[in-house]
């Protein structure tokens, strides 16, 4: 893990509901990693928390892969600026591309077909994830394999609007029964902390599918 790595942060609150917060890795040593104070997503503030505080923490790595260990707080310190410093984790779990987790969401998107004229078209996402978005087409659009876009996608969740730009490359497209054609991308340039924007938004909306199973 470079210095410079974005984290995001998971905590269980006292009242059993998770809570996300992001964070950079600003220093490391053999025993102790050390990160600027969390913000949490939903509020954009800081939080203080005690000694022994337990996180899970997820960030992508130089393959393009997600990593996520379990750490806990061992003090706040000063590294030029105010820090804390976690645990250095024994263990870290690599998460495959293909472990992305992926749902269903209808997210507003524009889409930029490079190098093409009249490229430039809003449609609505069919289900995304860390690593990727499909996207239905409209009538009078065709996309191959191996074209580059740059897109736009709009994620609303507790905190508001979130819009996640990156480039993508086309995998497929696919026309159903009804004549309904979906296209599926990949992020090819994707900022690290829209990435974990994209993860917890994903998370999210399987936590609210799981309690409505339970309703």
């Known amino acids: ?11 269980n609150s006292a009242e059993g509901e998770p809570e996300d917060y992001y964070c ?9 990693l050390y990160i600027d104070y969390p913000i949490r997503m939903e509020t954009k503030r800081t939080s203080i928390f005690p000694r022994g505080a337990a996180f899970l923490a997820t960030y992508k790595g130089g393959d393009d ?27 870290v779990k690599r ?23 009249n490229n430039t078209f809003v449609t609505v996402t069919g289900d995304i994830s860390g690593g990727g978005v499909s996207f239905f087409l409209p009538k009078n ?7 580059t876009l740059d897109i736009c996608i709009v994620l609303i969740n507790g905190s508001g609007h ?3 730009r ?12 009804e004549g309904v054609t979906t296209s599926s991308a990949k992020f090819t340039s994707i900022h690290p902390a829209d990435q974990q924007e ?12 799981r309690k409505k199973e339970l309703l």
């Open 95 to 117: 998460i495959q591309r293909r472990e992305f987790v992926r749902v269903e969401a209808a997210a507003d998107m524009a889409v930029h077909i490079l190098g093409k004229e």
């Open 198 to 209: 994209i993860i917890r938004f994903c998370f999210e909306k399987q936590r609210e599918t």
């Open 166 to 177: 990156t480039n993508a490359e086309v995998v497929h497209s696919r026309t159903d029964h």
């Open 1 to 11: 893990m470079k210095i410079g790595t974005f984290l995001t942060l998971e905590y």
């Open 141 to 147: 659009v065709h996309l191959d394999a191996g074209q």
């Open 24 to 32: 950079k890795l600003i220093d490391a040593d053999e025993e102790n």
């Open 162 to 164: 979130k819009y996640i």
């Open 65 to 91: 892969c997600i990593y996520q260990f379990s750490t806990e707080i061992i003090a706040k310190v000063n590294r030029n600026v105010p820090a804390i410093s976690i645990k250095k984790p024994l263990t």
